[in-house]
């Protein structure tokens, strides 16, 4: 972690302040969290001695660190493949260095992929557009959010079976289903 140095004084740290607010330890200038400006893929932190700080977001520092092994497996298409392989693997210690130091900082790491909220909304919207989109009548609706139902409940149960996911989301079984519009 970096540490922030008041520019009123230019010599002091900041301390956290029972109020969240920050204190220069030279000469008393306040700071408050709205007020931390920082650039780039930075984001501030507070050490474990309550110093204000600076880290590389975490999220930028795995982008890096991906860009560099990337780099690492296609530096035999480089002219001078050794340099190439020994710059991709400094660039991934580096990077992988600041997460390390974002991590012990006390910042989340970020999440990768979807969220299952995320998931379960875009199903079911891409479900009601293509029922809007097409008019689709009540067989059809029911089909496809059969479809999406299971989709969903296929993520949180994989390998469960349609019977499985028609009696947690419906509570009936495979035979009342298929009876709703004679699907055999």
Not at 23 to 31: F, N, P, Q, R, S
């Amino acid at each position: 972690m970096v540490t922030i140095i008041c520019a009123s004084c230019a010599e002091s740290p900041f301390g956290i302040q029972a109020d969240g607010m920050f204190k220069c330890i030279g000469c008393g200038e306040l700071l408050a969290v709205s007020d931390i400006d920082l650039d780039g893929t930075d984001v501030w932190a507070v050490g474990a001695d309550g110093t204000l700080g600076y880290v590389s977001d975490p999220a930028a520092a795995l982008t890096d660190l991906m860009e560099a092994v990337e780099d690492f497996l296609s530096s035999d298409q480089c002219p001078n493949a050794e340099y190439a392989r020994i710059v991709s693997q400094i660039s991934a210690t580096e990077a992988l260095g600041r997460y390390i130091d974002a991590r012990r900082a006390g910042i989340a790491a970020p999440r990768l992929g979807y969220t299952e909220d995320q998931i379960h909304t875009a199903v079911n919207e891409g479900a009601d557009m293509v029922i809007e989109a097409l008019n689709l009548g009540g067989g059809e609706t029911d089909a496809i959010n059969l479809a999406a139902n299971g989709a969903l409940f296929c993520l949180a149960n994989p390998g469960s079976s349609f019977a499985e996911m028609v009696e947690e989301n419906y509570g009936e079984t495979v035979e009342e289903i298929r009876s709703w519009w004679g699907w055999n």
